[in-house]
């Protein structure tokens, strides 16, 4: 057995599936016109010190409609934050390279310039890290930071404004002690109570969308459930719109509306979320689900894995541009 | 029916404090991570130890594996009462024993050295094999057994997958054939699919070399498909323990309940939160 072999694995009837699919989903896009986020064929490449370019998404197309959450769900290397991060430009600039549209109301991204950029990061789209404890700075109370990001999206606003905006926000965001926590530190905090205060400073300016990437990874099951809760209800009171980047399938099921499956830079699997789980289509989606231990009935003797799945449907075993499989595999056997 | 076969592990009430000195003041302040915690491990079987993060089950574990000492308490192996071995002693009758797998698969291997290094470093340590080339041949089969191709064994960390190190994580700590393996939130860095892949690994392991395991993890399912017996640890305390059938069926402690209940199902039928 080889791990790296069968992870990475893409089987040659997926791909077929996979550019049906997505010409499918480009259509509705074009026919829905209430989406708030559209992101149509991106494609993404980095490159190294060597300016050698690396495709790492290969033509990613998905909406997000008003009030809707969309979950993306993967393993690691599949490319769903890097999805995330192009939606708001956050690579590097200079090495990094975007192909294809991303529209948020109408605006093309890629046609932004820095300044406008600015405006829509932290003000009509929000962002959660997975690790709150490295997106805060340990030196500035909870209620500098804050504040900080108030002040530079709505300048007008008086001081009083600000303040009460902020606490409005940690409040939404489920902390039951707004006002002491704005002068404390963040060594103060757990990681349920920092991520609070991240989701609070992404609601401070009233975002249409909230990107959220592995919010809850890094946290207790019994905390990531009332994080859970949070963004669920905000959805509901704000009518905002969620994109939800994780691996957990639990979490996609409890959340979503919509799910896409990505494996290696691409979406395997477009559909609503009973859908996914009650008819995965793909391979991938079917081998992903499986190799879940079951929390109810009979307890397996083994756990089905993605490869059994990737073979069946006669998958090669071939390695798939991906850098580190690269060094796995060019090295002496 | 456990009553009656003999432990191979028993665990005394031990209790551990880490002590914290001030600064600049003399005055202390005592942490207590394990409080008075018993339990104890049968041969074959897989003890799964849970709780959330600080509930004390890593060193609980730490313990066991005598890389710690406990404050008060006993730990006992096959009889004997290693708590207050010297390294000496320990590295003669525990390490062989007793071995120990990490969460992160990447920083429990020096980069610097290829894995045939790492696992025939334990060997040699253990004074186990008559010469060089009868080593060589324990490890490559060692790690042919944990499913990876005898091929790969010059290689460094850094030219595998995550899955295919915690392999070698494994191979290492089997290679001195251990009685009991002390796998520490050792899947828990895994995705999902490679996951299975090591949990299968696991029990194939468990039954070819007649293993005893003490599972700590956090995650719950996880736990439903490994182990045999469950010990719920809650600020360093032993809530709850029983088989998974009486812990996931009739949990008696609301915190255990809480637990359970807190886990996402993959199930869209089922959601737990109202919408």
Sequence with gaps: MNDSQQE????????????AETSKTVENIEHDARALLKVNNLKVDFSNSRHQWTRIVHGVSFAVGKGEILGIVGESGCGKSVTAFSILRLHERRTTRYEGAITFEG???????????RTLRGGDIGFIFQNPMSSLNPLLTIGQQLRETVRTHQPSLSKNEVESSCIEALH???????????KQYP?????????RVMIGMALINH???????????ALDVTIQMQLLKVLRDLRKTRDMSIVLITHDMGVVAQMCDRVEVMYQGRIMESAPVSDIFAHPRNPYTQGLLAAIPPMEGLRPKRLKTVSDFLKQSGSDLSPHGNV?????????E | MIGQRKAILQVNSITKDFVRRGFTSRAQTVMRAVNNVSLQLFANQTYALVGESGSGKSTTGRIICALERPTSGTVVFNDENYT?????????????????????????????????????EALEIQKIGKNHSERLDAVVDMIERVGLSSGMINRYPHQFSGGQLQRVNIARALVVRPKILILDESVSALDVSVQAQVLNLLQDLKQEFSLSYLFITHDLSVVRFIADRVGVLRKGELVEEGTVDEIFDHPQTDYTQNLLSSIPIPNPEHRQLAF
Excluded: C
């Excluded at chain 1, 990475?8 to 550019?19: K, M």
């Excluded at chain 1, 939404?172 to 704005?182: L, Q, R, T, Y």
């Excluded at chain 1, 580190?324 to 002496?332: E, V």
């Design chain 1, 172 to 182: 939404d965001a489920g902390s039951d002690n707004p006002e002491s926590w704005m």
């Design chain 1, 107 to 117: 605006h093309d991204i890629f046609s932004l310039g820095q300044k406008q950029l």
């Design chain 1, 207 to 217: 975002p249409k969308l909230l990107i959220a990437d592995e919010p809850t990874t």
């Design chain 1, 187 to 195: 060594y103060q905090f757990s990681g349920g109570m920092l991520q």
């Design chain 2, 84 to 120: 207050d071995f010297s390294d000496h002693l320990l590295r003669q009758k525990i390490r062989g024993n007793i071995q120990m797998v990490l969460q992160d698969p990447f920083s429990s291997l020096n980069p610097r050295k290829t894995i045939e290094h790492a696992v025939l």
């Design chain 1, 324 to 332: 580190m499989d690269h060094a796995a595999f060019t090295a002496k």
């Design chain 1, 8 to 19: 990475r694995s893409l089987p040659a009837s997926t791909q077929i599936l996979e550019s």
